[in-house]
């Protein structure tokens, strides 16, 4: 499954909301019900964080600002509020088979 | 906490073996909940599935990298291993591992794909 992120690059001022799209080659929906499409954040020098599972679920921790959504093989997040600490490169990833990292997109604040 | 921790030769040579170890404190690995994955970074590129492996040995590699990857779990000493044959200077890279977890809720359960990281450990192939 190839997963594509839109925009690889994304400048936002801080306040303003900021959207990511991710779409997969195939559904990520499997027999279960389930839709298997999750998100995470890497800032630089560290190892990714996770922020989002199925979709729309978030991780302990992650705050309420970042909300994912979508079905089949269309999925977005969004960030209601850009802070300065959410500058990072963001990755969707599918593990309907196997598992497939989208490009990434990279997150900047004006 | 659960904290998981790269270790590795930094300096490998074209054709050479890899061999990388993930030490796991805080939780068994022998957690038949758990998932253990390997992923890489090249420098400035994005994220790369290697593969995982499972409580009970079975494991499935990244079709892009075949029969190159060998996972293992060593349950005496709590780590999971990676091995990557023939390498190329396309293997440079920053290995991470991470941990799947499943989240049992009501009546349901759902899959917390990579919710532990490794700090990563950098990895050069070169003569």
């Known amino acids: 499954i190839v997963m594509t992120q839109t925009p690889l690059s994304l400048s936002v001022t801080p306040g303003q909301p900021a959207s990511i799209s991710c779409k997969s080659s195939?559904?990520?929906?499997?027999?279960?019900?389930?839709?298997?499409l999750y998100w995470y954040v890497q800032k630089s020098g560290y190892p990714p964080q996770p922020l989002i599972y199925e979709v729309s679920n978030r991780y302990s921790g992650v705050p309420d600002r970042f909300r994912g959504s979508g079905s089949g093989t269309d999925f977005t997040l969004k960030i209601s509020r850009v802070e300065a600490e959410d500058v990072g490169t963001y990755y969707c990833m599918q593990t309907r088979q196997l598992r497939t990292f989208g490009p990434g997109t990279k997150v900047d604040v004006k | 906490q659960v904290q998981l921790q790269e270790s590795g030769p930094g300096l490998v040579k074209p054709s050479e073996t890899l061999s990388l170890t993930c030490s796991v404190s805080?939780?068994?690995?022998?957690?038949?909940?758990?998932?253990w994955s390997w992923i890489r970074q090249p420098p400035g590129k994005g994220l790369e599935w290697i593969g995982y492996?499972?409580?009970?040995?079975?494991?499935r590699n990244n079709p892009s990298l075949g029969s190159r990857v060998i996972l293992s779990l060593d349950k005496a000493n709590n780590q999971v291993s990676l091995e990557l044959t023939s390498l190329t200077a396309a293997d440079t890279a920053v290995y991470y591992c991470?941990?799947?977890?499943?989240?049992?809720?009501?009546?349901?359960?759902?899959?917390?794909?990579?919710?532990?990281w490794g700090q990563g450990t950098m990895v050069t192939v070169s003569s």
């Open positions: 991470a941990r799947d977890s499943l989240y049992y809720h009501g009546d349901t359960v759902s899959l917390l794909a990579f919710d532990i």
């Open positions: 195939q559904s990520l929906l499997y027999s279960d019900g389930k839709t298997y």
């Open positions: 805080g939780d068994s690995i022998s957690n038949d909940d758990y998932v």
């Open positions: 492996i499972v409580d009970n040995g079975n494991s």
